[in-house]
């Protein structure tokens, strides 16, 4: 020290610090760090910020995010979880760590429409090249893998329309061609669906949707079970210096125990008001893959039990576009905004040509995502929408 006592300043910044002993509580601490402190120079040179077993640098580990890593593989049935700011660039982590210039990456074409973007518009600068497959063509997938397939996506069921894919058939295909399988777990959140238990290589999440619950954080995931594919995930996870906030840490810790809970209710509430809207004059279809007649729902029923709060309408195309915008302006529980799993229902209208130019048809579907309101004020909020937008009784 250059004087004794110490300035001010440097006083306050050195003054000791212990965690409380004797503390015991469920709730976990929340630790925040850039700069970790070494005892010594020996230390420091011998830390490796690849294994757990110590701490490096706040960007590779801080107990905070190692704590909810290791819960989110618990979650997932893995043994390794990477934490990444969204659900997108948990696909783009992949895409990147996995593809080299001349490989070629398969992804469903009802895949989440800015991971098909990521591949068009990003990869393909870098020399990896990426084919749409049609999920429910599992002869044709096998068809389509050749030489430089390296990575095939999937996801179950597609985002906004819905399908159920014959996942283990697909995971098949791709085993025997020698290609690793990713999948797009968000909907499945490791509660309906558990990736490895189909022979899966990698279940990337957006922690955004069911994990955190509150509508109110970003965050993706990770998780592996193979231990060399995991480091080679983290390497790429370091050089593009990922990392998430303790904040948002702490809140998905605090959201994973009523996980179970959340999506069981919302599971609930969907299937009542999907089951309503059969019934409903307006609807040409209602996609939700618990419901029989749904596609892929043969696949859903021996795969599942459960199923996120998510659903979509076809509207009968008799009804113009602008009414159907209409009955989404007027609903008031219901709000209009992207993504789901939070406390406020959610209603997104999609037109059918632009996210799937392949089906070959003109139609607007409506995407609901079931908040945790009571299920009759929103049937009556919909009823009410209806009543506006088409009149008394549209037949
Ligand atoms: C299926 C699916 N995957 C990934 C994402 C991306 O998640 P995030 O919003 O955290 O980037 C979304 C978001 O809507 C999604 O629906």
Redesign the pocket.
């Known amino acids: 020290m250059p004087h004794e006592p110490p300035a001010l300043s440097t006083a306050l910044i050195h003054h000791p610090y212990r965690p409380p002993e004797g503390f015991a509580a469920p709730q976990p601490g929340v630790h925040k760090a850039s700069t970790v402190i070494f005892p010594n120079v020996a230390a420091l040179r011998a830390r490796d910020w690849r294994q757990r077993t110590g701490y490096t640098y706040g960007l590779h580990g801080t107990p905070t995010t190692f704590l909810l890593e290791e819960r989110i593989a618990t979650l997932e049935g893995g043994s390794d979880t990477l934490l990444v700011p ?4 948990a ?1 783009a982590l992949v895409d990147l760590a996995l593809l080299d210039g001349g490989d070629e990456v398969l992804i469903p074409d009802n895949a ?1 429409g ?2 098909k973007e990521l591949a068009r518009q990003e990869l393909a600068r870098w020399g990896v090249t990426h084919r749409l497959y049609d999920p429910a063509d599992v002869d044709g997938l096998a068809r389509m893998i050749g030489p430089a397939t390296k990575l095939l996506w999937l ?1 179950a069921p597609g ?1 906004i329309t819905m399908e159920f894919p014959d996942l283990p058939a697909l995971v098949r295909v791709a085993r025997e061609r020698g290609v690793r399988t990713a999948l ?1 777990n ?2 499945g959140a490791g509660v309906a669906l558990r990736a490895f238990d189909h022979g899966i290589d990698i279940s990337a999440q ?4 069911y994990p955190s619950g509150g509508g109110d954080v ?3 995931s990770v998780t592996t079970r193979d231990h060399g594919l995991h480091l080679r995930l983290k390497a790429m996870h370091m050089h593009l210096g990922l990392g998430v906030g303790a904040n948002d840490v702490e809140a998905l810790l605090h959201a994973l125990p009523s996980l179970a809970l959340r999506y069981a209710a919302q599971d609930a509430s969907a299937r009542v008001l999907a089951r309503w809207w059969q019934s409903r004059p307006e609807a040409d279809a209602v996609l939700h893959p618990a419901l029989p007649g749904s596609p892929g729902h043969e696949h859903w029923a021996r795969l599942c039990t459960q199923a996120a709060g998510l659903f979509s309408v076809r509207f009968d195309e008799r009804h113009e576009r602008a009414k159907v915008h209409a009955f989404v302006d007027a609903l008031k529980l219901f709000k209009i905004g ?3 799993a939070g406390p406020v229902s959610l209603a997104v209208p999609y037109d059918l040509e632009t996210i799937r130019p392949a089906v070959g048809r003109h139609a607007t579907l409506v995407r609901f995502s079931l908040g945790l309101e009571d299920p009759a004020d929103l049937q009556a909020d919909l009823e009410q929408a209806l009543r506006h937008a088409f009149g008394g009784a549209a037949t």
């Not at 957006?206 to 949707?209: Q, V």
């Open positions: 969204s659900g997108l660039a696909i989440y800015p991971g996801e985002s797009d968000t909907w957006a922690l955004t949707k970003l965050m993706g992207y993504s789901w």
